[in-house]
């Protein structure tokens, strides 16, 4: 699994889990899904993305998008 994946699938599961948290706890969560989705918009417009760099700091194997 590349950085790449990663990015899409820690976000995709950070999205999912606000939605399900501002449904069941408070609908406040939907800020931290405002927050994913303005990151991932940011990071397609730039090419910077903070958890790209953590994962190539671990080790991670780098992907197209985020090389």
Known sequence: ?????????????FI????ILSQVHSIYWLF????VGAN???????GF??????????GVRSGHAFS
């Open 1 to 13: 699994m590349n950085i790449d994946r990663f990015v899409f699938a820690v976000a995709g599961g």
């Open 16 to 19: 999912l889990l606000s939605v």
């Open 32 to 35: 931290f899904t405002v927050f």
């Open 40 to 46: 991932l918009l940011q990071s397609s417009i730039t």
């Open 49 to 58: 993305c903070p958890l790209a760099v953590i994962l190539k700091k671990v």
